[in-house]
């Protein structure tokens, strides 16, 4: 049960961010992990509803990602199914995972924290404890050579 | 064949979501090499046990086992953890520079908000 968390503080209150995260106009403006035009943004913010999103990278290659609203509670919280249709990460192809976010008022505006759990569903259910990704980090933050980025991984 | 890489990295996973074997790992981290007695010292769970969490961090590659003598000593192997990290970071690409984009996005939806809003204001005192 490998998790991503990722947190940004926003100088913008949390419905409008909740906004920019469940409608098709906000979507498009910063999905994707490249500075390109998304293809293609389509969501229905309610649960059992759907989001669907093509974009391309710097490579040209066309990708394509879709999932189920899974809690959908404005302006706090929304959780969805997340699945490559097209292109992605090999590994994950037919897999999968989970996406959750929680928006907090700050002072400042909103800090987002943005989760994608149940990446690499381990065969082994042996836990799905609290803390787990933050543990995966230090330790491989410890013995990973690679530079270490702002985020919590 | 293709898929070896993806079983490995799955068995590194596993092995890592377990607080003792991440208790071992980091330990062996700052010490470098232990016997698997000195490892299960400061752990309230019996010998056998712990030799149990040392065959899933060795099955994963995590860790490297060498018999002296009587005793067995114990190494970190990071290659493994290097290649996890390095799996993760792929998503920390793909998520790190979406989520700059939203917050940019929603800045200047706010600042729009507030734009209107100020305007909505003047024109208010204005028609006073």
């Known amino acids: 049960m490998t998790s991503l968390t990722l947190v940004r503080r926003i100088a913008a209150r949390p419905s409008i961010v909740f906004d920019a995260l469940t409608t098709p106009e906000g979507l498009a403006a910063w999905w994707g992990p490249d500075d390109l035009p998304v293809i293609k943004a389509e969501v229905d913010a309610r649960v059992g509803g759907g989001f669907r999103v093509r974009f391309r990278t710097l490579d040209g290659q066309?990708?394509?990602?879709?999932?189920?609203?899974?809690?959908v509670v404005r302006p706090d919280r929304l959780v969805m199914t997340?699945?490559?249709?097209?292109?992605?990460?090999?590994?994950?192809?037919g897999r999968t995972s989970r996406i959750?976010?929680?928006?907090?008022?700050?002072?400042?505006?909103?800090?987002?924290?943005?989760?994608?759990?149940?990446?690499?569903?381990a065969a082994s259910k042996a836990g799905h404890e609290q803390g787990w990704s933050g543990s995966l980090v230090k330790l491989v933050r410890l013995f990973g050579d690679t530079p270490s980025t702002t985020d919590q991984v | 064949m293709v898929n070896y890489e993806g079983h490995a990295l799955d068995r590194v996973f596993s092995a890592l979501v377990d607080p003792t074997r991440r208790a071992i790992?980091?330990?062996?981290e700052q010490e470098e090499c232990l016997s698997i007695s000195v490892i299960a010292e400061p752990f309230a769970i019996k010998l056998p046990a712990v030799m149990k969490h040392l065959d899933v961090l060795?099955?994963?590659?995590?860790?490297?086992?060498?018999?002296?003598?009587?005793?067995?000593?114990?190494?970190?192997s990071a290659e493994p953890l290097r290649e996890a990290r390095e799996w993760l970071d792929r998503y920390v690409r793909f998520w790190s520079p979406a989520l700059d984009r939203l917050a940019a996005y929603a800045e200047d939806q706010e600042a729009e908000v507030r734009k209107a809003k100020v305007g909505a204001t003047e024109a208010g005192a204005k028609s006073e």
């Open chain 1, 62 to 71: 066309e990708h394509e990602a879709f999932g189920e609203c899974l809690e």
């Open chain 2, 25 to 28: 790992l980091a330990r062996l």
């Open chain 2, 58 to 76: 060795a099955d994963a590659g995590l860790i490297a086992r060498s018999k002296r003598g009587r005793t067995v000593d114990v190494r970190l």
């Open chain 1, 82 to 93: 997340w699945r490559w249709a097209v292109g992605g990460e090999p590994e994950e192809r």
């Open chain 1, 100 to 121: 959750e976010i929680e928006l907090r008022p700050i002072e400042s505006g909103t800090e987002l924290t943005f989760t994608h759990a149940d990446l690499r569903n």
